[in-house]
């Protein structure tokens, strides 16, 4: 019993009200006495306590002598609530929104620990409406493959630079090159960007013990992140029609180059 008290608890009902509610429920049609007796709630309290409910729609007065009770059923009862949380989330989503939308601060959120991340990054793959533009390794694609095919049903443009290669792709890839990658990737941890709808991204590390990330809508950061994965498009693109004049003038994946700067 205690366990239905707090969950109606839960839904905005005071521990009398719902001991009184349940005590209708058990015994239709009883007196402000008999709700009292059996729900416990002091004979001092009950009728304030009935006009609360009676306030709320969870009961109805029958006759004038005796004055008697009866509670509304309980189906009506939750399909009601329901339909009123539903209302107000939709409202207060809506509102809060715009209110947000008018007073918009950039602002970066730090965040740590590998399940924070992929929550984030499946909560944008889940909210894209237009496009989704990453950078990340194919184990992370894998992870969230089922997460990206269900945008890509839904009309999202999908295009993605991806660190080795996956069995299941969607939408546009581009391979980046990997010779010595997995060595940088060793040393500096896995990276993994994300863009959604030009309106916010997440740019994450993952590495053995440590794993953190950024999630902003920052213009200025998600202008560095879009040509990060454009510059990687091109370089991916560059790559499969001139790999080999590229690799014997500058190594393989230019290892000449990036053993001058070592920045990953």
């Given at each position: 019993?205690?366990?239905l008290?707090?969950?109606?608890?839960?839904?905005?009902?005071?521990?009398y009200?719902?001991?009184?509610?349940?005590?209708?429920?058990?015994?239709?049609?009883?007196?402000?006495?008999?709700?009292?007796?059996?729900?416990g709630?002091?004979?001092?309290k009950i009728?304030?306590?009935?006009?609360?409910?009676?306030?709320?729609?969870?009961?109805?007065?029958?006759?004038?002598?005796?004055?008697?009770?009866?509670?509304?059923?309980?189906?009506?009862?939750?399909?009601?609530?329901?339909?009123?949380?539903?209302?107000?989330?939709?409202?207060?989503?809506?509102?809060?929104?715009?209110?947000?939308?008018?007073?918009?601060?950039?602002?970066i959120?730090?965040?740590?620990?590998?399940?924070?991340?992929n929550?984030?990054?499946?909560?944008?793959?889940?909210?894209?409406?237009?496009?989704?533009?990453?950078?990340?390794?194919?184990?992370?694609?894998d992870?969230?493959?089922?997460?990206?095919l269900?945008?890509?049903?839904?009309?999202?443009?999908?295009?993605?630079?991806?660190?080795?290669?996956?069995?299941?792709?969607?939408?546009?890839?581009?391979?980046?090159?990997?010779?010595?990658?997995?060595?940088?990737?060793?040393?500096?941890?896995?990276w993994?960007?994300?863009?959604?709808?030009?309106?916010?991204?997440?740019?994450?590390?993952?590495?053995?013990?440590?794993?953190?990330a950024?999630?902003?809508?920052?213009?200025?950061?998600?202008?560095?992140?879009e040509?990060?994965?454009?510059?990687d498009?091109?370089?991916?693109?560059?790559?499969?029609?001139?790999?080999?004049?590229?690799?014997?003038?500058?190594?393989?994946?230019?290892?000449?180059?990036?053993?001058?700067?070592?920045?990953?």
């Amino acid at each position: 019993m205690k366990n239905l008290i707090d969950r109606l608890i839960n839904i905005g009902l005071s521990t009398y009200e719902a001991k009184a509610y349940i005590a209708l429920i058990q015994s239709p049609n009883i007196s402000a006495y008999e709700i009292s007796k059996i729900s416990g709630v002091p004979q001092s309290k009950i009728y304030e306590i009935i006009k609360k409910i009676i306030q709320k729609g969870l009961a109805i007065v029958n006759g004038t002598n005796p004055v008697k009770y009866t509670a509304l059923p309980v189906d009506e009862f939750l399909d009601r609530y329901r339909a009123n949380v539903d209302e107000s989330i939709t409202y207060i989503k809506n509102n809060l929104k715009t209110i947000s939308e008018e007073n918009h601060v950039d602002y970066i959120w730090h965040f740590e620990g590998k399940d924070k991340i992929n929550n984030k990054i499946k909560s944008i793959i889940k909210e894209a409406e237009k496009s989704l533009y990453f950078e990340m390794w194919r184990s992370e694609y894998d992870l969230f493959y089922e997460d990206i095919l269900k945008a890509k049903k839904r009309g999202v443009d999908i295009v993605t630079v991806m660190y080795g290669k996956s069995e299941n792709e969607i939408g546009k890839v581009y391979h980046h090159e990997m010779e010595g990658m997995e060595i940088d990737a060793n040393k500096h941890g896995r990276w993994i960007t994300a863009v959604a709808d030009e309106k916010e991204c997440v740019f994450g590390i993952f590495k053995v013990e440590q794993n953190y990330a950024v999630w902003t809508q920052n213009k200025s950061f998600m202008l560095l992140a879009e040509a990060f994965i454009t510059h990687d498009i091109l370089i991916a693109e560059i790559y499969s029609k001139y790999k080999g004049l590229l690799d014997r003038e500058f190594g393989p994946n230019m290892k000449k180059i990036r053993e001058k700067i070592d920045i990953g």
